[in-house]
């Protein structure tokens, strides 16, 4: 795989490819066009139809393009080089003006028609180097092509007879780019997917990898820097697992080792005097407490069950119902929507249970909804108890931090814990003011949309 990993082109290269492909392809469309097009005829007018023009007589003119008349206030500079004496005579003779107050000049061919020309020329012999012949230098000639004709009025501007504008060459390019479009466009999208293709493989592990720290590995494929980029983040990502597992087996084994110096110490203080026995007991409670917090919130987080898909309403309803049996006041919505997520459903389950147990600890009943978002689960869980100032809400999931003041001292790691899973699964845990109490929030994200059902939670979580 080192080997595939290394061959593999740099991005940079791709994307020259990828540019010097689309300039290759247009510039070959072009060329294409240019030598198979049929070539544009130069306009057609009779001697008549120019002298009509210019006496502003209506005429049939059926050419592709038309002649034109425009009065200008001075003389366009294309008429001072280039003259046709012997059209101008012509012209001065027909509209009754003297020689000096007309101009006629001839003008080549648009280069691109001269390019494409397949007519030759007397001179040379060669193909499309001259533009088709024009005014006869004998009288006035059959047919005009591409000139210009001006006339000058009595009050000094000029009356300018010539053929439309040629529009058809932009047509033409249009046409030419479209095609070339449509023929890079596949090539263009087939090598932009195969670089940026990595690039969101890329991304979403990084993604599954901020919901499930037990996602698998990138896989090291695509241009190189990819590749580089994809094995430094499984490094990373094998560092942090180690890293965070070699912390919670120590801080499992410090809680679990010093189980037995406290079980002795609680043995010793049983043999001392009630006085003194009553003092010391509390803090020994409270140690065992703590310990028993350690060790269960260790079990909780650190579960290698397999992410599946599963209805979150279902699960969540199973712990309300277990909360039903055991005599607790908890309600919830009976028309709550099917919400499916990917999880571990041992996690969720503990997750719920955690603050179901602070609702009902801090408050009489809790009250339990489960909506979704266009990409997100929702559960809330609210209580009707003393609630928490504002300073209190993001201090409470440090671990056992107590806040006692009003109500019972609230001490654990179930709002800790909580938190650790849902983050886990790439959510995250609030408290929000309630009507009375508090709310405590869950986002979840949705489960992709894909066949098949998800497992139910009564069966998975239980």
């Given at each position: 795989m080192s080997k595939k990993r290394d061959?593999?082109?740099?991005?940079?290269?791709?994307?020259?490819?990828?540019?010097?492909?689309?300039?290759?392809?247009?510039?070959?469309?072009?060329?294409?066009?240019?030598?198979?097009?049929?070539?544009?005829?130069?306009?057609?007018?009779?001697?008549?139809?120019?002298?009509?023009?210019?006496?502003?007589?209506?005429?049939?003119?059926?050419?592709?393009?038309?002649?034109?008349?425009?009065?200008?206030?001075?003389?366009?500079?294309?008429?001072?080089?280039?003259?046709?004496?012997?059209?101008?005579?012509?012209?001065?003779?027909?509209l009754g003006a003297r020689f000096a107050d007309v101009r006629v000049v001839r003008h080549g061919p648009p280069a691109m028609i001269v390019a494409t020309s397949g007519g030759t020329t007397p001179d040379s012999g060669r193909q499309g180097l001259l533009p088709p012949p024009g005014f006869s230098s004998s009288g006035p000639p059959g047919n005009y092509d591409e000139f210009a004709a001006a006339l000058r009025l009595s009050d000094g501007r000029w009356l300018v007879v010539q053929p439309a504008p040629e529009w058809e060459w932009l047509r033409r390019i249009a046409i030419w780019i479209a095609g070339s479009l449509l023929v890079m466009a596949p090539v263009a999208w087939w090598l932009a997917r195969r670089i940026t293709l990595p690039i969101r493989r890329f991304a979403e592990a990084a993604d599954a990898l901020g919901q499930n720290p037990k996602a698998p590995q990138v896989a090291l494929d695509g241009p190189a820097e990819i590749g580089a980029a994809a094995r430094a983040f499984n490094q990373m990502r094998t560092r942090i697992q180690t890293y965070v597992s070699d912390r919670m087996a120590m801080v499992g084994a410090i809680s679990h080792d010093v189980g037995s110096p406290l079980a002795r110490l609680c043995f010793r203080i049983e043999r001392l005097e009630p006085g003194v026995r009553a003092r010391l007991m509390p803090d020994a409670d409270?140690?065992?407490?703590?310990?028993?917090?350690?060790?269960?919130?260790?079990?909780?987080?650190?579960?290698?069950?397999?992410?599946?898909?599963?209805?979150?309403?279902?699960?969540?309803?199973?712990?309300?119902?277990?909360?039903?049996?055991?005599?607790?006041?908890?309600?919830?919505?009976?028309?709550?929507?099917?919400?499916?997520?990917?999880?571990?459903?041992?996690?969720?389950?503990?997750?719920?249970?955690?603050?179901?147990?602070?609702?009902?600890?801090?408050?009489?009943?809790?009250?339990?909804?489960?909506?979704?978002?266009?990409?997100?689960?929702?559960?809330?869980?609210?209580d009707d108890g003393p609630g928490l100032p504002d300073s209190e809400r993001e201090a409470v999931f440090q671990p056992f931090y107590r806040y006692a003041d009003p109500g019972p001292a609230r001490m654990g790691l179930g709002l800790t814990a909580a938190r650790t899973v849902a983050r886990a699964h790439g959510g995250d845990v609030r408290l929000k003011p309630g009507a009375r109490g508090l709310v405590a929030e869950v986002t979840l994200p949705l489960a992709p949309r894909q066949g098949g059902q998800a497992l139910s939670a009564r069966r998975s979580a239980r």
């Open positions: 061959a593999s082109p740099s991005l940079s290269v791709q994307v020259l490819i990828l540019t010097l492909a689309a300039i290759v392809v247009a510039q070959s469309m072009t060329l294409i066009a240019i030598r198979f097009a049929p070539v544009l005829p130069p306009p057609h007018h009779r001697f008549e139809q120019v002298v009509a023009a210019f006496r502003g007589q209506a005429f049939a003119d059926t050419d592709r393009r038309p002649l034109t008349r425009r009065v200008a206030p001075r003389l366009p500079q294309t008429f001072r080089t280039g003259g046709q004496p012997e059209m101008a005579r012509a012209l001065a003779a027909a409270q140690m065992r407490v703590m310990l028993k917090g350690v060790l269960s919130f260790l079990k909780d987080i650190e579960t290698d069950a397999p992410r599946i898909r599963l209805d979150l309403t279902s699960l969540v309803a199973c712990a309300v119902d277990d909360r039903l049996a055991a005599g607790d006041q908890v309600a919830m919505d009976d028309e709550a929507p099917s919400v499916i997520v990917d999880g571990d459903a041992v996690a969720l389950r503990t997750l719920v249970d955690n603050l179901l147990d602070n609702a009902i600890r801090f408050g009489s009943e809790a009250r339990v909804t489960v909506t979704a978002t266009p990409d997100q689960a929702v559960v809330s869980v609210t």
